[in-house]
């Protein structure tokens, strides 16, 4: 639309009427030019008030296209397309069987007319005959003492996982890589981890974690199952399984887990707190622990800082160092 510019600068709108159609539509006093949304003409608006209207023929759609070649169609008598159709095969003449032949009833099949496995495909008693052959009928059937010795379908064997976000626990297959929480839809890794090499990134697996003799985790948080140390660890711990520790160190970091192992020999020092279900300490341990369960102190064990535990047994030639405190979990 085109607007033009007149003396006459006001804002109201003006009424004006289609010459064509005698539609009544409403325009601004700057226009020169419109539309008519009756018949769509082209309004001129001219400066004395006249109108001017052009009618506006609608749009070739075939304007650009080429012109098509015509195409030429034999048409060919119904008689002769259906000589040229493929014939047929005449259907099966129906076999007669003479009177010295025995009766088909006297016939029978093998006691066992079952299929070798449920997902072969079933015999068609309209294709079977009476006069097979020997090999043929012995590849369809079998007896009774083969299909006894079908393969039994096993239990899959599950565990318990919970899920890193909401805490859910739910089933996974014991064999599986991962599994996805039915609660909030996480996807939860269950694979197994080996730390050979320096890492600094958190942990999250449900599967168990080995830190071996060349491996360090510093201020890197584990998740996992159960998490043998045998190389440097100084992070927070959270295991649902068993924690093994079997090197000498310092961990800084939170430790939770079911049971907590410390080998022979072995000197661990826990500056934060240390929660567990139950431990066994056959080295020498400095730090406060909690123990819902059952804590054994063996031969060799040496343990500084107090406890809080649910039972205690004290082998021969153990040590305790600090204030023990009997349940109240």
Do not use: W
Not at 126 to 153: C, H, T, W
Not at 274 to 301: N, P, Q, S, Y
């Amino acid at each position: 639309m085109a607007f033009g510019f007149f003396k006459d600068k006001s804002n109201k709108p003006r009424k004006v009427t289609c010459p064509l159609c005698q539609h009544c539509q409403q325009e601004s006093q700057l226009a020169v030019s419109s539309y008519c949304k009756g018949c769509n003409a082209y309004l001129t608006f001219e400066k004395d008030g006249g109108i001017k209207a052009r009618p506006q023929a609608p749009p070739d759609p075939f304007a650009h296209r080429p012109p098509q070649p015509k195409v030429e169609i034999e048409y060919k008598a119904r008689e002769e397309v259906l000589d040229q159709a493929p014939k047929e095969p005449s259907p099966a003449k129906p076999i007669k069987i003479e009177q010295d032949a025995p009766p088909l009833e006297t016939l029978k099949l093998p006691k066992s007319s079952e299929p070798e496995e449920a997902g072969n495909t079933f015999l068609n008693p309209l294709n079977s005959s009476p006069f097979a052959k020997d090999d043929e009928s012995s590849s369809r059937y079998q007896g009774a003492e083969e299909a006894k010795s079908a393969p039994i379908p096993t239990k899959v064997e599950t565990r318990e996982i919970a899920c890193f976000e909401c805490g859910e626990t739910h089933p996974a297959n014991v064999r599986a890589n991962s599994s996805q929480c039915r609660s909030c839809g996480r996807l939860i890794s269950m694979e197994n981890r080996e730390i050979k090499d320096a890492i600094s990134s958190c942990i999250q697996t449900r599967g168990d974690v080995h830190i071996y003799k060349k491996g360090i985790v510093h201020s890197a948080p584990i998740q996992c199952k159960n998490l043998i140390v045998e190389g440097d660890f100084t992070g927070d711990a959270e295991c649902s399984g068993d924690l093994i520790l079997r090197r000498t160190g310092k961990i800084t970091g939170k430790i939770t887990c079911k049971r907590l192992f410390v080998e022979r020999r072995v000197k661990i020092e826990f500056i934060n707190s240390v929660v567990m279900d139950e431990c066994k300490i056959d080295g020498f341990v400095t730090g406060h622990l909690a123990c819902r369960g059952l804590l054994a102190l063996e031969k060799k064990a040496t343990l500084t800082g107090n406890i809080k535990v649910g039972r205690l047994t004290v082998s021969d030639g153990a040590k305790h160092t600090g204030q023990i405190q009997m349940g109240g979990f």
